[in-house]
């Protein structure tokens, strides 16, 4: 069991908005910035979002994260074929002493 | 641009060893954290270790504390990590990743994984 929890298998249209949520609690999300992770099928993860918000270089600005409390989402806007992956959440957990990711959430674009 | 390229994995028998080794360029490999982290067959991504740029402070996660060492050459832009009393449940692909963030006595408040290697397959089984 992970221990941050994101849904299994949402999906969308192109074109269409989604949010891929990932829920923790007060020692990890609730303390700590939130990084999202896209591994297309068969290769590495790739850095999204980091800090919560922040989108590294090269990254399209129709994703987009954010943090309240102890939950996090990945919006994914203008929704591409290409979108289709898995998607990590990741924070550090002060009662683990280490990072922690959530189960992974595959994205299918129908 | 980063590369991180992991050795080849293996198929170890349970009770066996294999050591991973991570070679880094197009970067100052000793002004980074460096880390381990691995994704067993159809599962989620699961943080084994990390190093300090001087390999002074490592730490590892529960499930391979004891078991598993993390270290370094900067000599050899290199990173390794020693598996030992291999079980079943350590079968994964394991990346190496490059930690950045800030972290202090151990605790990394805010920290990404900004690149990772292609990632190299453990299998362990009788």
């Known amino acids: 069991q992970s221990v941050l929890t994101q849904p299994p298998s949402p999906s969308g249209t192109p074109g269409q908005r989604v949010t891929i949520s990932c829920s923790g609690s007060s020692s990890n999300i609730g303390s700590n910035t939130v990084n999202w992770y896209q591994q297309l099928p068969g290769t590495a993860p790739k850095l999204l979002i980091y800090?919560?918000?922040q989108r590294p270089s090269g990254v399209p600005d129709r994703f987009s994260g954010s943090k309240s409390g102890t939950s996090a989402s990945l919006a994914i806007s203008g929704l591409q074929s290409e979108d289709e992956a898995d998607y990590h959440c990741a924070t550090w957990d002060d009662s683990l002493n280490g990072p922690v990711f959530g189960g992974g959430t595959k994205l299918t674009v129908l | 641009q980063v590369q991180l390229v992991e050795s080849e994995g293996g198929f170890v028998k349970p009770g066996g060893s294999l050591r991973l080794s991570c070679a880094a360029s197009?970067?100052?490999?000793?002004?980074?954290?460096m880390s381990w982290i691995r994704q067993a067959p159809g599962k989620g991504l699961e943080w084994v270790s990390y190093i300090s740029g001087r390999g002074n402070t490592k730490y590892y996660a529960d499930s391979v504390k004891g078991r598993f060492t993390i270290s370094r050459d900067n000599a050899k832009n290199a990173l390794y990590l020693q598996m030992n009393s291999l079980r079943a449940e350590d079968t994964a692909v394991y990346y190496c990743?490059?930690?950045?963030?800030?972290?202090?006595?151990?605790?990394?408040?805010?920290?990404?994984?900004?690149?990772w290697g292609q990632g190299a397959l453990v299998t362990v089984s009788s």
């Open positions: 990743a490059r930690l950045l963030g800030a972290c202090t006595s151990g605790r990394c408040s805010s920290f990404w994984f900004d690149s």
């Open positions: 197009e970067f100052t490999f000793s002004d980074y954290y």
């Open positions: 800090s919560n918000d």
